[in-house]
């Protein structure tokens, strides 16, 4: 069984704050790396996703960190705003590949105080 | 605009009932997949199907059947047998070849009365 470990399970931020959520995966054959984002009573989005070819990348107050030989990557929100206040979830998995049983992080309950 | 659309948003059953879900895409996707996902829970893999009279047992399979008669569409049945299926049921599709990501619908809640 492939393993995903996600922490922390949960997470409260100041208003303004940075929020970092991590993933730790095993199977060194994943090169896409993906964060989702899920607020109440609705499905999950994907929010922003990273290649290992790269060791970062940004969007707008999102950044995802990857660390290929520590098989880990993460998720920064800057700024912090209220409306970030979601349940995020990790799914690393293979970029080319027939459907999968994909198996998603435990999820992070984010909450913005404002 | 394409996407993933999921009937009813909100379902009760009744002990011993069986009900069944809809998930209807747009986005020409071949994988379509079920998640259920409990409360303050993650996201566990019922069934999932790459191609159409074709689908595959998830982690969490018991209790549940499917169908693939059309690419577009992935029905998921509760049975009587599912001895506890109050949850948040997602469906979920994406292209086979590029991987880039899951479309999610946006979900159905279903409850036992």
């Known amino acids: 069984q492939q393993q995903v470990k996600q922490s922390p399970q949960s997470l409260i931020v100041q208003k303004g704050g940075i929020s970092i959520i991590n993933c730790a995966y095993e199977?060194?054959?994943?090169?896409?790396f993906p964060w989702y984002q899920q607020f109440p009573g609705k499905g999950p989005a994907l929010l922003i996703a990273i290649r290992p070819d790269v060791s970062e990348k940004k969007e707008g107050r999102f950044t995802i960190s990857f660390n290929k030989s520590a098989k880990q990557f993460s998720l920064h929100i800057m700024d912090s705003q209220p409306g970030d206040s979601a349940t995020y979830f990790c799914?690393?998995?293979?970029?080319?590949?027939?459907?999968?049983?994909?198996?998603f992080g435990s999820g992070t309950r984010l909450s913005i105080r404002p | 605009d394409g996407g993933i659309t999921q009937s009813p948003k909100y379902l009760f059953r009744k002990e011993g009932q069986n009900v069944t879900l809809s998930c209807e895409q747009n986005?020409?996707?071949?994988?379509m997949y079920w998640y259920r996902q409990d409360p303050g829970q993650g996201l566990r893999l019922i069934y999932y199907?790459?191609?159409?009279?074709?689908?595959q047992k998830g982690d969490i399979a018991e209790g549940y059947s499917v169908s693939r008669e059309k690419e577009e569409s992935f029905p998921l049945t509760v049975t009587s047998a599912q001895k506890n299926p109050t949850a948040f049921y997602l469906c979920?599709?994406?292209?086979?070849?590029?991987?880039?990501?899951?479309?999610f619908g946006s979900g159905t809640r279903l409850t036992v009365v």
């Open positions: 199977n060194t054959a994943f090169d896409y």
């Open positions: 979920a599709s994406n292209p086979v070849q590029l991987n880039y990501g899951y479309t």
């Open positions: 199907s790459q191609i159409v009279n074709d689908f």
């Open positions: 799914a690393p998995n293979w970029s080319h590949s027939s459907a999968s049983k994909i198996i």
């Open positions: 986005l020409n996707h071949d994988a």
